[in-house]
């Protein structure tokens, strides 16, 4: 098995037996669960709607309340912030949070995009890590301001790849915590 920080680890093939969300049309319960993060990135309390994964679009959308909780998968660091992304929905204040996964080697990216305009300090005030900060499993690193019903945060898991290698971001997750998005 390669060990290096940028390549995703196997550990074995276990099923994750996920049976409600498809992949290219393969149940999740017959795909590999290629990590073990035992920690959901959000607080499932406040998810109103989450989107199917599909390859073109890279990752799955999260909706959730105004002020719902976005927590850190696994320990690491804080690689990017962004604010007005310009990415997202049209004609919105959107910001992201990508956090390198040192014990994977993967990056986790939440893309907010919150329907509407709001300003860089609101902006700020909502994304609750600083660059370079070091993170935890669990800790809680940023809210979604939703000023519509089409608010939500896109959730990927990048490998190396980047983009390139798009996967479904479940498969990264222990079969307990990707049953639990269901």
């Known amino acids: 098995r390669d060990s290096s920080p940028t ?3 196997q550990t074995g093939t276990a099923s994750t037996k996920n049976t409600g969300m498809t992949v290219n049309g393969i149940p ?3 795909l590999p669960a290629t990590q073990t993060m035992t920690v959901m990135p959000f607080d499932p309390a406040a998810v109103t709607y989450m989107s199917p994964f599909r390859p073109s679009h ?6 959730t309340t105004t002020g719902g909780h976005f927590l850190s998968p696994g320990t690491g660091i804080v690689t990017n912030i962004e604010l ?3 990415n997202g929905l049209p004609g919105g204040s959107n910001y992201g949070i990508r956090i390198h996964l040192t014990s994977t080697g993967l990056y986790a990216w939440y893309h ?3 329907n509407g305009s709001i300003s860089d300090q609101t902006q700020r005030d909502n994304i609750l890590v600083a660059l370079g900060d070091r993170v935890t499993a669990g ?4 809210n979604l301001v939703s000023l519509g019903k089409n608010a939500h945060v896109h959730f990927d898991m990048l490998d190396a790849g980047g983009r390139a290698t798009v996967r479904c971001p479940l ?5 307990t915590v ?3 998005w269901e």
């Not at 890279?58 to 909706?63: E, K, L, Q, R, S």
């Not at 800790?139 to 940023?142: L, N, V």
């Not at 498969?171 to 079969?175: A, M, Q």
Request: glycine letters at 10%; hydrophobic letters at 35%; charged letters at 10%.
């Open 7 to 9: 390549t995703p680890t």
């Open 178 to 180: 990707a049953t639990a």
């Open 139 to 142: 800790q809680h690193i940023g």
């Open 28 to 30: 999740l319960s017959e």
């Open 112 to 114: 907010f995009e919150v």
């Open 58 to 63: 890279t990752g799955i959308d999260i909706n």
């Open 171 to 175: 498969v990264y997750f222990s079969p």
């Open 84 to 86: 007005n992304t310009g």
